[in-house]
């Protein structure tokens, strides 16, 4: 036994070359170049609270951690304060050296204060430079030089299969890489922005991750993590989301070249191709984008769009799906000239048209610049112009006249007289609204209250604002 022992204690183990480099596979040099330009963000505003609810009842961790019970000096129950400040983390990307970040728009929204934390620690408060709810992006600036940059890549090169690596601030742990693989190209339809075009990928994003970068096997930006689906969990499940940076920078670029993202648009209500419809209309295949409506005056009207229309390419490149139609036409100069393939009455023709700018203005920006007094009212609230399709998604006629309301500040007074968002303003102190710019000037020469006359799903109401 004991020479057993001994002959074990001789065994010579082979150990490796300490300086020789290993051989396996890595992303540790995309992790390296991209880890300096991702960094955390703070975001805190402050909540107004409703009305005769007590602390507790927006506090529900004050029972653990408060030095009384919750009563006041009568015995009541506590009045909570009229206001509280609500804080959120997330994650944002360096995109210029002279401090120019990407993030998502649900990070910042109706952030009061913006901090952002680079991984040396340094702390910057934050300008929000402009936001765009379509596709959840959003710019930052912080006053800084010589910033770690970002390396942005091609987005539309990517494939199925290829290796990524999602980068951000999950759950306030601290800087966090996960690896995967992009598990989809083009998601669409799946109800979290109005302008859907996702990476999909099994990299694990988690809350905090929104924001931060997905990367390719080189470090470069291919994309901006932003949703996770997640049933009941709020944790990963291997299906993430990301926009792709080539969305994303085309509205960055217009945010700070214009403060604002400008999108073309047809004015053609579309839906998808399927295969019972291709057969019905003698369509070799379930492709392309079928028209269902035309709005008047619209560019797709002047063009010759009719419904019935099955619009299968844009400037030659194949429609596959309706949303690649509704995407590709977005993102394009108001003005533009499109040349469209059009499948109709069982032959192809080529139909060229001009693209209009989607209509849709911030009331809040017209309330800034004129200073007027009246405008106020509505200060908080955006609006866009109501045609054919928004007006049948308000549940209204498709010839309903006015403006829809499309996001209300919680904290703004129209909030507070009951304004929400798909009402439709048809009316303001007995001034017919058909537009926004008739909607700002019936404000500007408000003295200050304004009646507005709502279209509610059918049912109209005043609201004194």
């Known amino acids: 036994?004991?020479?057993?022992?001994?002959?074990?204690?001789?065994?010579?183990?082979?150990?490796?070359?300490?300086?020789?480099?290993?051989?396996?596979?890595?992303?540790?040099?995309?992790?390296?170049?991209?880890?300096?330009?991702?960094?955390?963000?703070?975001?805190?505003?402050?909540?107004?609270?409703?009305?005769?609810?007590?602390?507790?009842?927006?506090?529900?961790?004050?029972?653990?951690?408060?030095?009384?019970?919750?009563?006041?000096?009568?015995?009541?129950?506590?009045?909570?304060?009229?206001?509280?400040?609500?804080?959120?983390?997330?994650?944002?990307?360096?995109?210029?050296?002279?401090?120019?970040?990407?993030?998502?728009?649900?990070?910042?929204?109706?952030?009061?204060?913006?901090?952002?934390?680079?991984?040396?620690?340094?702390?910057?408060?934050?300008?929000?430079?402009?936001?765009?709810?379509?596709?959840?992006?959003?710019?930052l600036k912080i006053e800084a030089n010589s910033l770690p940059a970002i390396?942005?890549?091609?987005?539309?090169?990517?494939?199925?299969?290829?290796?990524?690596?999602?980068?951000?601030?999950?759950?306030?742990?601290?800087?966090?890489?996960?690896?995967?693989?992009?598990?989809?190209?083009?998601?669409?339809?799946?109800?979290?922005?109005?302008?859907?075009?996702?990476?999909?990928?099994?990299?694990?994003?988690?809350?905090?991750?929104?924001?931060?970068?997905?990367?390719?096997?080189?470090?470069?930006?291919?994309?901006?993590?932003?949703?996770?689906?997640?049933?009941?969990?709020?944790g990963n499940q291997g299906i993430g989301f990301a926009v792709p940076v080539n969305l994303a920078r085309n509205v960055m670029d217009q945010i700070v070249t214009h403060g604002e993202v400008q999108r073309a648009y047809l004015g053609v209500t579309i839906q998808e191709v399927t295969p019972a419809i291709a057969k019905a209309i003698g369509l070799n295949a379930p492709?392309?984008?079928?028209?269902?409506?035309?709005?008047?005056?619209?560019?797709?009207?002047?063009?010759?769009?009719?419904?019935?229309?099955?619009i299968l390419s844009v400037n030659g490149s194949s429609i596959g799906e309706s949303n690649q139609l509704r995407m590709n036409v977005s993102m394009m100069t108001p003005g533009q000239t499109v040349h469209l393939k059009v499948f109709r009455d069982g032959q192809t023709r080529d139909i060229t048209a001009q693209v209009g700018e989607l209509p849709g203005k911030k009331v809040e920006r017209a309330s800034r610049e004129t200073g007027a007094a009246g405008n106020q009212a509505l200060e908080g609230v955006s609006v866009e112009d109501l045609d054919a399709r928004t007006a049948r998604q308000a549940g209204l006629p498709a010839n309903t006249k006015g403006v829809v309301v499309t996001e209300v500040d919680p904290s703004s007074p129209a909030a507070s007289a009951g304004l929400k968002e798909g009402d439709v303003i048809q009316e303001v102190n007995h001034h017919a609204v058909t537009n926004s710019d008739d909607l700002s000037s019936a404000l500007h020469k408000s003295n200050g209250e304004s009646l507005l006359l709502v279209n509610r799903g059918g049912n109209k109401l005043y609201l004194a604002v």
């Open 1 to 139: 036994m004991a020479a057993a022992l001994e002959s074990r204690a001789h065994i010579a183990l082979k150990l490796a070359d300490p300086n020789e480099s290993p051989s396996r596979i890595t992303m540790a040099p995309a992790a390296k170049a991209a880890m300096p330009a991702v960094v955390k963000i703070s975001a805190s505003k402050v909540v107004k609270a409703p009305t005769g609810f007590s602390e507790q009842q927006f506090d529900p961790f004050r029972q653990f951690f408060g030095g009384d019970d919750g009563l006041g000096g009568n015995g009541g129950p506590r009045q909570a304060p009229r206001s509280h400040r609500e804080g959120g983390l997330g994650s944002g990307v360096v995109i210029s050296s002279d401090g120019y970040i990407l993030t998502n728009n649900h990070v910042v929204d109706s952030a009061t204060d913006v901090l952002v934390t680079l991984p040396d620690r340094r702390e910057f408060k934050a300008k929000v430079v402009g936001t765009d709810p379509k596709t959840d992006i959003a710019v």
């Open 151 to 234: 390396t942005v890549g091609n987005s539309a090169k990517m494939q199925i299969g290829d290796a990524v690596l999602a980068i951000g601030n999950p759950y306030g742990v601290g800087q966090t890489v996960t690896m995967g693989i992009v598990s989809a190209t083009g998601r669409t339809g799946l109800g979290i922005e109005d302008y859907e075009d996702f990476i999909q990928t099994d990299a694990s994003i988690n809350p905090g991750n929104s924001g931060g970068a997905l990367v390719n096997d080189r470090g470069e930006l291919i994309g901006i993590n932003t949703a996770i689906l997640a049933p009941g969990s709020g």
């Open 287 to 310: 492709e392309g984008a079928l028209v269902s409506d035309v709005s008047p005056n619209s560019p797709g009207q002047r063009a010759g769009l009719q419904s019935g229309d099955v």
